[in-house]
């Protein structure tokens, strides 16, 4: 698997030369692949978002490199319009940033500074929709600030994706939603990632959507990488975790509480499922303890 993106001895300094001067990112270096869903997790403050930032070229490095297919973002700087079509970002409370007059409107914005024609823009729009599922005919004019948290949230990513971009990137997509928003926005990038195929990088501080979700995770601590592994490799490392202000999934609590009470279930746990497996298997077994 080729890396698609890679993060090379990056910094990031705030208010340089000033009292106030701090690094929020330090000499991180990772790759994203091709076709791979990683999770990044950290502390508040811990940097996740500076990091982002950067990989569409947002945010441009005090020191180090982002290459995408790779090549330096910023070898042309006046091309970097280009690299934030290819590497799609959606903020934390995207809504917020919502402003056309129509559903319509708001997802064809992206594609129309692309300068594509009227039915390339159309049927950009009308596939993104689908994607996200949000009804075309009965949602395409209505005003988005007459939708739900969710359905707005949705109407995000598909300006995002009727760019058709390689990389989709997610700051805590799930983000002051409720159960009913979250679960439905976690199915979402479910079903994108199985369906497409797209290389997705989500920021979230849900260890249980991480869990869910990812294939990889990144853990962050004061701007650098503390840990990177699977899943079931970085929630196996539960002290290590809290010890730097995170939690763990709900998941790897219940796998233990029932390992205390000498049931005998599997090491490594971190999904719900898994843990139910393991508990019908102990009932199928006439509950037996280890």
Known sequence: MEPILQVQHLTHTYSVGTPFQRSAVEDMSFDVYDGEFLGIIGHTGSGKSTLIQHLNGLLRPTSGQILLHGKDIWAEPKKIRDVRFQVGLVFQYPEYQLFEETVYKDIAFGPKNLGLDEAEIDRRVRTAMRRVA?????????????????????VVIAGVLAMEPQTLVLDEPCAGLDPRGREEILGLISD?????????????????????????????????????????????????????????????????????????????????????????AIVGKGGRHA
């Open 134 to 154: 949000l009804d075309y005919d009965k949602l395409a004019q209505r005003s988005v600030f007459e939708l739900s948290g969710g359905q707005m949230r949705r």
């Open 192 to 280: 994108l990632h199985r369906e497409s195929g797209a290389t997705i990088v989500m920021v979230s501080h849900s260890m249980d959507d991480v869990a869910a979700l990812a294939e990889r995770v990144i853990v962050m601590n004061h701007g650098k990488v503390a840990m990177d592994g699977t899943p079931r490799e970085i929630f196996s490392r539960g002290e290590e975790l809290r010890a730097i202000g995170l939690d763990v999934p709900q998941a790897v609590e219940l796998a233990q509480k029932l390992r205390e009470k000498g049931f005998d279930v599997p090491e490594g746990i971190y999904k719900i499922e898994e843990v139910r497996a393991a508990v019908e």
